[in-house]
């Protein structure tokens, strides 16, 4: 009745964590499928002053590695996708090249995979979708 928000559920129906920060999360059984991203050069957060990779006990690789084993452990379907290059922030500017740039279609293969498209409310519908064409 009067059509709002109010029977749509809160819970996302998944998590897409691309070179996150909050790697020490402990993730529980009724957290939604995860899609974990970095790659293994990614030396932490650029410029951003907050940001401290010890507190990581190691690299963004390692320390994501860790997490995928986290959700494992927890029960969650979980997949992860490490990049041997492509530092933080390689996104989705298509300004360079090599396996990495090419993690949108991992991320719908996935999608498609573990999230069918009628269980979903929205979804993207390619890859261009993600592209931003250096307007970052």
Not at 10 to 30: C, E
Not at 88 to 98: D, I, K, M, Q, V
Request: aromatic share 8%; with cysteine; charged share 20%.
């Amino acid at each position: 009745e009067g059509g709002g928000l109010g029977h749509v559920s809160p819970r996302p129906d998944f998590q897409a964590l691309v070179y996150p920060h909050m790697l020490g999360v402990v993730p529980h059984g009724d957290c939604p499928p995860a899609f974990l991203l970095a790659a293994t050069d990614d030396a932490g957060g650029g410029d951003d002053p907050t940001f401290e990779p010890a507190e990581l006990g190691g690299e963004v690789g390692d320390a994501l590695a860790r997490l995928f084993l986290r959700f494992r452990e927890a029960g969650v379907s979980v997949e992860l996708h490490m990049f041997a290059q492509g530092a933080h922030g390689f996104g989705l500017r298509p300004l360079r090249s090599g396996p990495v740039h090419h993690w949108p279609e991992r991320f719908l293969e996935w999608l498609d995979a573990t999230c069918p498209p009628s269980h979903l409310r929205s979804r993207p519908r390619s890859a261009d979708s993600f592209v931003t064409h250096g307007r970052l």
